[in-house]
């Protein structure tokens, strides 16, 4: 096995949960299946790439890059989602295939298809001392520990807090949440602003560790579905584990097989989880069928 595996896997599977976990997020205050999150990793990318080259620190980049899709989350839900919070769910993800594609557009204008470089110097590609043995390097441990750090504060946030209890309480029923006071409106902005910063950062991660184009970094933003899929689509954990299994068996089918068949490997797997157990792993019941 290719001693750098690990670390390979480890970075894919950060990426994967950012956006997972963004859309769970999502998913949970508005139960709407967004087809968005790879527009917004998009935006996060090219805002970090143009902060950063022009001489801005990575933390700095990193910061205005998540601003950046957290208010764009925010705002894109306010001037054209807010009139989806009481129709069926499959209409309002058909509208967020409509706003995928014009922000890919808007995107494509603006910064063509040139990759998305980060400028030499805002962080080492070399090996970290402590993890030689393992070939990780700056960039990939960067994801890895930002992954971390991101994931686990939206766990805080949908699990152990009462902006979370509203949120689940507007994805039983908006209607009734509305009545008992819940501020539907501003839960939902907070939760597609929370997502859109998520799958923003995970658009960073990628370019830190790649030199992809805007329709690569889109590309990968669906993979991300087989893992919604198959960890649960309102399962925090289940998600970031589905994020190890689908970047592990992808990184095997790369070394072993052939990389033209890693991304889709991830759709087998999703196609065997939908048969077999169409919840997913640590989906609640019924899930899928409210889709």
């Given at each position: ?79 054209f989602l807010v009139r989806l919070s009481f129709v069926p769910p499959f209409v309002a993800a058909i509208a967020t295939v409509g706003l995928a594609g014009g922000i890919e557009a808007l995107t494509a204008l603006v ?24 070939h990780v390097q700056y960039d990939q441990l960067a994801s890895i520990v930002g992954a971390i750090v991101a994931c686990s504060v939206v766990y805080l946030v949908i699990e152990r807090s009462k902006l979370g209890l ?126």
């Amino acid at each position: 096995m290719n001693i750098s595996f690990i670390s390979n896997t480890l970075t894919q599977a950060s990426i994967y949960a950012l956006v997972s976990v963004g859309f769970v997020a999502l998913y949970r205050a508005t139960r709407i299946l967004s087809f968005a999150q790879g527009a917004f990793m998009v935006i996060g990318a090219i805002t970090f790439v143009y902060v950063t080259n022009h001489g801005a620190s990575l933390f700095v980049g990193l910061a205005v890059a998540l601003v950046a899709s957290f208010v764009f989350g925010g705002v894109l839900y306010r001037l054209f989602l807010v009139r989806l919070s009481f129709v069926p769910p499959f209409v309002a993800a058909i509208a967020t295939v409509g706003l995928a594609g014009g922000i890919e557009a808007l995107t494509a204008l603006v910064w063509g298809s040139a990759p998305l470089v980060v400028r030499p110097g805002v962080i080492s590609t070399s090996n970290v001392p402590a993890l030689s043995s393992l070939h990780v390097q700056y960039d990939q441990l960067a994801s890895i520990v930002g992954a971390i750090v991101a994931c686990s504060v939206v766990y805080l946030v949908i699990e152990r807090s009462k902006l979370g209890l509203r949120m689940r309480s507007i994805a039983d029923s908006a209607s009734l949440a509305d009545l008992v006071g819940v501020p539907v409106r501003s839960v939902s902005s907070f939760s597609w602003a929370l997502g859109g910063a998520m799958a923003g950062l995970a658009g960073v991660a990628f370019t830190l560790t790649s030199q992809p184009d805007p329709s690569a970094i889109v590309d990968l933003s669906f993979v991300a579905f087989p893992v919604i899929l198959l960890g649960g689509l309102e399962s925090v954990g289940g998600v970031i584990v589905a994020s190890l299994v689908i970047a592990a068996v992808q990184d095997l089918v790369t070394v072993y097989v052939n990389p033209d068949f890693a991304n889709p490997s991830a759709y087998i797997i999703l196609l065997v989880v939908l048969v077999f157990k169409p919840n997913g792993l640590f989906g609640a019941r019924g899930a899928v069928e409210r889709l």
